[in-house]
């Protein structure tokens, strides 16, 4: 469901229209367009081994379980092509979001002149947390590298990354993990498998539709 503004707001449309004027842009491979988001797994320990499921019976699982901490997953996906990168981390600090686009720059997209990055307005979301992970030499050679969009507040609906989310959500993440080793591993084999097959964002909300549709969050005036 999305969470809009109560009233007109300046700030919250030009946000929103500098994200769609971004997605309506055309496949550049020197300056990429990605969509950064993150969530959290609870991990769940079995304190009994489920049943296997037989014919005429699904698996059975004891409904005790065992808290067994709270893992991070960073997603990265690209609209126009629709492959993602995601990693799990233990926590969702500065530094490790630091380190987290610092493989987005070097590893997944060397080659890339700049990276077009959308994101929410998550306090550690900014160039200033690589100045938390590296040398300022390193950190502004990664910022240099980015040409960060943020969405609006309460807009979370406008980042693609959401979207491959939820797809990890359902496809992956809806059942227990009971251990960080295990999680990181099912969700670079989903990582994988989603990537063979991926297929382009079909984004159609435009900056036309928003002043249509949205139109009671543009301020009014008088000429």
Known sequence: MWCLQ???????????????DVYARPYDAQRPVLCMDETSKQMIQETRAPVPAAPGQPERADHEYRRNGVANIFMLGEPLTGRCQSEVTERRTKTDWAHFIKQAVDVHYPEAEKIVLVMDNLNTHAKASLYEAFEPAEAKRIADKLDIHHTPKHASWLNVAEIMLRLLAGQCLDRRIGDFATLVAEVDR??????????????????????????????????
């Open 6 to 20: 109560e009233s007109p707001s300046a700030e919250f449309v030009c946000a929103m229209e500098d994200v769609l």
């Open 190 to 223: 989903w990582n994988q498998r989603h990537n063979r097959s991926a297929k382009p964002v079909d984004w159609q909300f435009t900056t036309d539709k928003a002043r249509i549709k949205l139109k009671r969050l543009y301020p009014l005036f008088h000429t």
